[in-house]
Nanobody, 116 residues
Framework: QVQLVESGGGLVQPGGSLKLSCAAS????????MGWYRQAPGKQRELVSVITSVGSTKYGDSVKGRFTISRDNAKNTVYLQMISLKPEDTAVYYC??????????WGQGTQVTVSS
């Protein structure tokens, strides 16, 4: 089992920045990839970004060029640096860990609100 704890969400003005963190604990050696997803009210959960254990990354089209995912393997933590935030980025952001051999865990989510 892997436990995930997100932090860093909050209220920010359009054009502002936030950095989310996701700390993993438990069977961290089993993690093959970690990522961020988001879900806005009335919408489906969508991919924001993922990063594999070897550092390969992928981004959703709506965040390319504005968001950057990174990981600190020593701290078992994944980060999401978000810049040039827009009101449409408002959502609950969830961290996900994918385990080798199958299986996944989700964090509890952190609210990001972009509003003036």
């Amino acid at each position: 089992q892997v436990q995930l704890v997100e932090s860093g969400g909050g209220l920010v003005q359009p054009g502002g920045s936030l950095k989310l963190s996701c700390a993993a604990s438990g069977s961290v050696f089993s993690i093959s990839a970690m990522g961020w997803y988001r879900q806005a009210p009335g919408k489906q959960r969508e991919l924001v970004s993922v990063i594999t254990s070897v550092g390969s990354t992928k981004y959703g089209d709506s965040v390319k060029g504005r968001f950057t995912i990174s990981r600190d393997n020593a701290k078992n933590t994944v980060y999401l640096q978000m810049i040039s935030l827009k009101p449409e980025d408002t959502a609950v952001y969830y961290c996900k860990a994918v385990r080798r051999g199958g299986g996944q865990e989700w964090g509890q989510g952190t609210q990001v609100t972009v509003s003036s």
